[in-house]
């Protein structure tokens, strides 16, 4: 019986000083103060905004936008500059390919939805899409309104012409399909307008198959698919707790939704830390990452977590960067 306690005594001083190592190599309480603050990454620059609720994939958001604030479109330069202007440290966009060997920056797989053209996007030359109307599907009161009509032709860009009019500004670039082609055609297009160099201000993320093939052709460029995120988080997640960071975590993305980050090991200062120190971003998205949920209003601001200096996802720049410079 004496042997007994004896062994079950010491499972439990076993299990009690595991638990101080794990709390020792994780907390961030011994760390030194925080000196620098979140950054900003504007999700489609600044742009008009829709309710999420009850959302599904094919819905048009251009249909059930809010009251206009402001005359900014998604995915326009004009509206990358603003979010820029406002405090964004890294834009988001997103391409389709055209028949024509270009990239369009448009967000949606077929134009009915927000233009005054029809098809799939990508069956389309460049000079086709040039010609569209894409502010002509926008209505916030059910079609009794369409206050863009008319103001969009002309204004859908080509990558290029986004890379040219921010040759210095950090891009998010969003590849909107599965195919490996698509992965590849951009990592041309890329060392054609000589980013290769400057591959630091670029990032891309999508499907699992066009990431693979674009990292194969251009290994120093920092990406992000599901297979990525969880060929880094799996091994990190068994054995993070030791403080060591898998291969797999290098030169790459993550994106964190709020509700997952407390269960990373280190979360959040030492798990910050030790990405930056592999070169890794840190981007913390909303809720649980669905349909891209940001921090969007003032108040959310304040579930920001202690010590996170990585950047926060928002779809309202023009409302988060002025708050954020306040010190709000």
Same mark, same amino acid.
């Given at each position: ?166 040759? $210095?500004?950090?891009?998010? @670039? ?7 082609? /698509? &992965? ?5 297009? =890329? *060392? ?86 592999? $070169?890794?971003?840190?981007? @913390? ?7 891209? /949920? &940001? ?5 959310? =601001? *304040? ?26």
């Amino acid at each position: 019986m004496k042997a007994r306690k004896k062994v079950s005594r010491n499972i439990l001083l076993a299990l009690f000083l595991l638990g101080i190592l794990f709390f020792i190599t994780n907390t961030s309480i011994f760390s030194g103060p925080v000196e620098e603050e979140p950054l900003l990454l504007a999700h489609r620059g600044v742009h008009q905004t829709f309710s999420m609720e009850g959302i599904e994939n094919d819905t048009c958001t251009a249909e059930r936008i809010f009251e206009p604030e402001h005359e900014y479109l998604e995915n326009t330069i004009p509206s990358m500059r603003a979010a820029f202007e406002a405090g964004a440290d890294i834009v988001e966009l997103d391409v389709q390919p055209t028949t024509d060997g270009e990239f369009a920056v448009f967000h949606d797989w077929t134009l009915e939805c927000r233009t005054d053209g029809k098809g799939v996007t990508r069956e389309h030359t460049m000079a086709e899409l040039r010609a569209l109307d894409i502010g002509y599907g926008y209505t916030a009161d059910n079609g009794k309104t369409y206050p863009f009509r008319g103001k969009g032709v002309g204004l859908m860009p080509t990558l290029g012409q986004v890379l040219q009019a921010f040759p $210095d500004k950090e891009l998010l @670039i969003h590849i909107k399909s599965d195919d490996p082609e /698509e &992965g590849r055609l951009l990592a041309k297009y =890329l *060392k054609d307008y000589d980013f290769v160099g400057n591959s630091a201000n670029i990032s891309v993320y999508g499907g699992d198959k066009p990431i693979a093939a674009l990292k194969e052709e251009m290994p120093v460029i920092r990406v992000m698919s599901m297979a990525t995120m969880k060929s880094c988080m799996y091994p990190y997640i068994a054995i993070g707790w030791t403080g060591y960071v898998p291969e797999s975590c290098e030169n790459t993305q993550l994106h964190i939704p709020e509700k997952i980050g407390p269960w990373l090991w280190g979360w959040t200062g030492k798990f910050y830390e030790r990405m930056d120190k592999v $070169d890794t971003r840190v981007i @913390i998205v909303a809720g649980d990452g669905g349909f891209s /949920e &940001g921090f969007d209003k003032v108040e959310d =601001l *304040k579930r920001i977590p202690e010590r996170f200096t990585g950047y926060i996802w928002t779809n309202r720049i023009d409302l988060i960067g002025p708050a954020m410079k306040d010190g709000e």
